[in-house]
């Protein structure tokens, strides 16, 4: 038997051979990548194009809004150190007025004078770039623009409204320079009820 089989291995010709082997043909065309077709790739390179347009027109927006808040907002800082200046006008003025050697005398109204001018050149020079103080006086207390420090009683007024500047507050176009240091008002506690138990109960002395 064995030498039946190598012989009809012996008598295959090539052609025979070939069909015995495995095509590479006969294996899974998903296993081939599909070639695109022209239209494809085209609407594939659109595609790219018009993201790395839409991602250039992101970039160009990014760098204008930067400029703009860099040409806006450049001397933000510059401003807020600023204001030290007219902190220490305000101190001096204060530290002059409460000298007992110098109340009313011309020479502390001379220099009072130089301060008050000075403080207005100040002002005016931070309004022309758009630096303005906070108006608070009077005003309910607002967290966006001032900070209470203090409470002060006061029954004539709403709880929450400012009625003492401690420091003033600035603010740079829309944006917050630093917050005005205020005294709020709370109700004083009511004292009365106290009193007449005090009358109806006079142990609780």
Do not use: W
Not at 66 to 74: F, H, I, L, Q, V
Not at 142 to 169: C, L, R, S, V, W
Not at 177 to 189: D, H, N, T
Request: some cysteine; proline content about 4%.
């Amino acid at each position: 038997m064995e030498k039946e089989e190598n012989l009809n291995t012996e008598n295959n010709t090539p052609e025979d051979n070939k069909i015995n082997e495995v095509s590479p043909d006969s294996k899974n065309e998903n296993d081939v990548p599909k070639e695109k077709t022209p239209d494809e790739k085209i609407l594939e390179l659109e595609d790219k194009i018009t993201r790395t347009f839409a991602e250039m027109e992101n970039q160009r927006r990014r760098f204008e809004k930067e400029k703009d808040e860099a040409y806006e907002y450049g001397g933000f800082n510059f401003a807020r150190e600023a204001l030290n200046l007219i902190d220490n006008l305000e101190r001096s003025k204060q530290t002059l007025e409460n000298d007992d050697a110098l109340k009313n005398s011309n020479a502390l109204k001379k220099i009072l004078e130089h301060l008050n001018v000075i403080n207005k050149d100040l002002i005016s020079i931070f309004s022309k770039n758009n630096i303005k103080k906070i108006e608070c006086l009077g005003k309910k207390l607002d967290p966006n623009f001032h900070q209470a420090m203090i409470e002060i009683e006061d029954n004539t007024k709403e709880p929450g409204i400012i009625i003492q500047e401690i420091q003033k507050g600035f603010t740079m176009k829309d944006r917050l320079l630093r917050p005005s240091l205020v005294g709020v008002s709370k109700k004083a506690p009511d004292n009365s009820k106290n009193d007449e138990e005090i009358k109806e109960n006079p142990e609780k002395k």
